[in-house]
């Protein structure tokens, strides 16, 4: 019960900073919610900037295989992972990180056993811009 009580609370607060990096970008700091996202992603999963933006998604798989994340989790991090390259630019490091994330969806999905019309709009928003270097 304590352990679930903790996992509750650590999505509590992953949910919050999330309310404040889309909170920060839309009141036109776009920088400071990226700056904060790859903050939370430091802090709450070891996963720094460098490797994030440097390492292929097969070291990625490892690293989620490693380490058995709740579902809810995976999700938040992959809403982490969307915010900290949204809006795209067309850059290797922001193509190595939606990259990363299309693989936590792909988990979620077949793993997890879990959809949502958000996820949905952001694999599709991804699968667009990686054919196309653009999104609408």
Known sequence: ??????????????????????GLKNDGNV??????????????????????ETSGVEDF??????NTYSASKLNLLAQLLFETVYPFQE????????????????????EHHQQSFENIARREQITNFLNTQQYE
Do not use: C, P, V
Not at 9 to 22: S, T
Not at 61 to 66: D, E, I, S
């Open 1 to 22: 019960m304590i352990r679930k009580d903790f996992i509750e609370a650590e999505i509590q607060k992953l949910g919050q900073i999330l309310a404040k990096i889309l």
């Open 31 to 52: 920088d400071d919610g990226m700056d904060l996202a790859f903050q939370a992603l430091s802090d709450n999963f070891g996963l720094t900037r460098e490797y994030l």
């Open 61 to 66: 798989q490892l690293f989620l295989n490693a």
């Open 91 to 110: 850059e290797k490091e922001t193509i190595l990180i939606l990259h990363k994330t299309a693989a936590i969806l792909n988990l979620l999905e077949t």
